[in-house]
């Protein structure tokens, strides 16, 4: 089982729709948890850390559950500008390594 | 968020020749630098962690002679390409982790924009 797993995608979603990403991590002891966005060539943006309480920053949402070791992404009103990849971020700290998730490709069609 | 550099942005390069790309922190002091390597519609893998002042660590089969990494001081780090071959054509990041900086987590990473390496 790979480490981190996310849908590569790509989501094709209306602008104004909802849209949710998952992901799903296989060791128990990571602690730290992140989404990040990646634009075509560019590198990654931090977009927000994930609690175990949840978190919101405008438009997204993101929620950890440790039981299931799964965190989401959702983002309401999608738009345009928010096509890009979606990388899911974990980090443990006793091997002080960060593993990155192949990331999921979303397209906000106009 | 913390500022990163990377430079050159871009480079083209014979096979053979050896290729130096820089990460520069430029607001914060980087404890912790990283160089990662990511092929086209690939994720980002992680080549190295170094440390100011201490040897990198390379993650499993990254050959240490062929990426060389100096981090020499808490701003500044170096991967050298040696003798580089069409197979090292690659996009490379870094990013540094510092201490808590305006209030963002010591996790987090702020990463350089990256160097697009081309090797003909």
Not at chain 1, 80 to 85: G, H, K, W
Not at chain 2, 17 to 42: G, H, N
């Amino acid at each position: 089982r790979k480490e981190v797993e996310q849908d590569p995608g790509p989501f094709n979603v209306p602008e104004g729709a909802t849209v949710a990403f998952n992901c799903t991590y296989s060791n128990s002891a990571s602690q730290s948890f992140f989404w990040y966005r990646q634009d075509c060539r560019k590198e990654p943006k931090l977009l927000m850390s994930v609690y175990s309480s949840g978190n919101e920053d405008g438009r997204f949402t993101a929620q950890l559950n440790r039981a299931s070791q799964y965190i989401s992404l959702l983002i309401r009103d999608s738009k345009l500008s928010d096509s890009a990849t979606y990388l899911c971020v974990v980090f443990m700290n006793r091997d002080d390594k960060i593993i990155f998730g192949k990331g999921t490709r979303l397209h906000i069609l106009p | 968020g913390a500022v990163v550099s990377q430079h050159p942005s871009r480079v083209i390069c014979k096979s053979g020749t050896s290729v130096k790309i820089e990460c520069r922190s430029l607001d914060f002091q980087a404890t912790t630098m990283f160089w990662y390597r990511q092929f086209p519609k690939q994720s980002l893998m992680l080549m190295a962690t170094s440390n100011e002042g201490s040897k990198a660590t390379y993650e499993q089969g990254v050959e240490k002679d062929k990426f060389l990494i100096n981090h020499a001081s808490l701003t500044l780090s170096t991967l050298t390409v040696t003798s580089a071959h069409p197979e090292d054509s690659s996009f490379y990041i870094c990013s540094a982790r510092g201490g808590t900086s305006g209030g963002s987590s010591y996790n987090e990473q702020f990463f350089g924009p990256g160097t697009r390496l081309t090797v003909l």
